[in-house]
């Protein structure tokens, strides 16, 4: 079965074609058959397509919305120079997995779309104002350009937290908040903290009820998660994906009086205030030069440059933070895995976040830390370490292209 894996951001479409099926998911012989992104949608967009065996090809072209962008990619798809195996018509494709960052209470695992479940996910935009209506603009052009014919999946950035016990998704405000408007911690990289998992048993020779572990998912949005007997029991992000870790531009932990205070004194709107949280603050905010945590080392150990430094110390200890709780709030761990852009390839970042905890039973080795970069699944921990530590190259299309099989199929969760 070919599975278009689609990811749609407000001015960006990421796509895979994963051939799946049972059996091979069994087996983790999936195959990863063409991949893609269209960026700066709306203009002169950017676009990056490559078949499996191929160099990619960078093109540049006007598309107008997320509906031309993914007609300009079902046309790539099937013509003759895109030499993708086992495609030449749309009729290859057997069904679609979206992408949905927000599912709030009401959609607690992956489901097959149609018109109520649509419905269900516009009315989660108001949680998601960013990001929903951009997911919701892929599920109707593939709807539109692939017919209703062809199975469509939902696969929800929150549902894989669902399993948080009330005493972690809850905030101490008035119950009657959450009974009316549902405010609560719902969490989000659920398919790559899920993925972490799902990596960790096949590493580490267990099952699920013996998968006690932290996750890391460190990129330009950053999250943590516990996963107890298998489950998601707590997680860093909250609400939206603003709450928890320091991040590129978000501000993570906050006092919510910061806000108010914020705007008496500088007179802002409230909406230019949350956009300093969300776009101005974290590794950006602190260094005053850039969210990217390359450009930061480069400064840090080039030019010694104070700030660069002082984000990078806060990045790291707000980590360390949570990794502590988490591992109070468990009565211990097993493993700690680090995925995203900084987790997996930054051993400088994973040695301050891991360095002071040998007390804990994590240690590193240094020699192995060092060699964990550029897509390497590896343990870190040195032999016979109590936790061991894993650095594991998310892929959360293949959870998404996994889910899409077991929704269509109707197969219990065997992975
Ligand atoms: P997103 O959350 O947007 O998907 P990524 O997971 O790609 O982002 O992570 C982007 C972050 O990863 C950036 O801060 C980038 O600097 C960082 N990163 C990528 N490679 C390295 C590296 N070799 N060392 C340190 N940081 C890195």
């Known amino acids: 079965m070919n599975v278009f894996v689609l990811n749609c951001g407000s001015s960006s479409l990421k796509f895979q074609i994963i051939s799946s099926d049972p059996d091979l998911i069994e087996r983790d012989e999936e195959r990863m058959l063409a991949k893609g992104q269209i960026e700066r949608i709306g203009s002169e967009a950017i676009i990056t ?11 540049a072209e006007p598309l107008r919305d997320h509906r031309a962008a993914l007609a300009y990619v079902l046309k790539w798809i099937t013509s003759a120079e ?14 679609v997995g979206h992408r949905v960052v927000h599912g709030e209470e009401r959609f607690n695992q992956s489901i097959l779309i149609d018109n109520d479940v649509i419905a269900g996910i516009e009315d989660c935009i108001d949680l998601a104002p960013l990001h929903n209506p951009a997911n ?22 929150t549902s894989f937290h669902s399993t948080m016990p009330d005493t972690s998704y809850l905030y101490a405000i008035p119950y009657q908040l ?39 998912h460190l990129g330009n949005g950053c999250s943590a998660c516990a996963i107890k007997d298998g489950w998601s029991v707590d997680t860093s992000m909250g609400l939206t994906p603003l709450e928890g870790l320091m991040m590129g531009t978000r501000c993570g932990d906050i006092d919510p009086t910061v806000i108010e205070y914020l705007m008496h004194k500088e007179g802002g709107s409230l909406d230019e205030v949350l ?12 260094s ?10 480069v400064e840090m150990d080039e030019h010694q440059d104070r700030r660069a430094i002082l984000a990078i110390d806060m990045f790291c200890n707000r980590v360390k933070k949570y990794v502590g709780a988490y591992l109070a709030e468990m009565n211990g761990a097993d493993a700690v895995c680090f995925a995203g852009g900084i987790g997996e390839n930054s051993p400088e970042i994973r040695r301050r976040i891991l360095t002071g905890l040998d007390w804990l039973g994590i240690e590193v080795d240094e020699a ?7 897509g390497k699944e590896m343990r870190i921990s040195p032999d016979g370490s109590r936790v061991l530590v894993y650095v594991v190259p998310t892929n959360e299309e293949l959870i998404l292209a996994r889910d899409t099989v077991r929704v269509v199929l109707d197969v219990p969760r065997i992975w």
Not at 49 to 59: D, F, H, R, S
Not at 182 to 199: D, L, N, W
Not at 275 to 286: D, E, F, H, Q, Y
């Open 82 to 95: 895109s030499r993708i195996p086992a495609i030449t018509s749309l009729a290859d494709i057997h069904a």
């Open 136 to 157: 919701l603009k892929g599920i109707y052009a593939a709807r539109e350009l692939l017919g209703s014919a062809i199975p469509q999946v939902a696969v929800f950035d």
């Open 288 to 297: 005053g030069l850039t969210n990217d945590m390359r450009d930061l080392i």
């Open 178 to 216: 959450y009974r009316r408007f549902k405010i609560r911690k719902y969490g989000f990289h659920g398919t790559s903290h899920r993925y972490m998992a799902h990596r960790y048993r096949k590493l580490a020779d267990k099952t699920r009820e013996e998968t006690n572990i932290i996750t890391l």
């Open 275 to 286: 956009s300093v949280l969300n776009k101005r603050s974290g590794l950006l905010g602190i």
């Open 49 to 59: 397509l490559q078949a499996e065996g191929n160099p990619p090809v960078k093109q």
């Open 368 to 374: 192995l830390n060092q060699s964990a970069y550029g």
